[in-house]
């Protein structure tokens, strides 16, 4: 059994930042991409952020120069620093990762954590 738990979200103003956090757990051989994505009300699901096993980092235009991902391998734990946050930030996050378990490779999603930008 794999599972992958987020945590980090909350209300925050414009312009203010918030550390999302990803923490996989299990029987996990190994974990190859990891990513953000969200998704806000009446939109589909959007990709964030990814990174490589090997620390090669992907973003949407939405949010470079703004978003930092970051990966700790050892804890099995991916990280979402968020600055400058803007209320079109506004969504629930989620974290998705490519992970090998039981010999298969296959994506994991975690629950989401709602990320709030308002004044």
């Known amino acids: 059994q794999v599972q992958l738990v987020e945590s980090g979200g909350g209300l925050v103003q414009p312009g203010g930042s918030l550390r999302l956090s990803c923490a996989a757990s299990?029987?996990?051989?190994?974990?190859?991409?990891m990513g953000w994505y969200r998704q806000a009300p009446g939109k589909e699901r959007e990709l964030v952020a990814t990174?490589?096993?090997?620390?090669?980092?992907n973003y949407a235009d939405s949010v470079k120069g703004r978003f930092a991902i970051s990966r700790d391998n050892a804890k099995n734990t991916m990280y979402l620093q968020m600055n400058s946050l803007k209320p079109e930030d506004t969504a629930v996050y989620y974290c998705?990762?490519?992970?090998?378990?039981?010999?298969?490779?296959?994506?994991?999603w975690g629950k989401g954590t709602l990320v709030t930008v308002s004044s």
């Open positions: 998705n990762a490519w992970i090998e378990y039981n010999k298969y490779v296959r994506p994991y």
């Open positions: 990174m490589t096993s090997g620390g090669m980092p």
């Open positions: 299990g029987s996990i051989v190994s974990i190859n991409i």
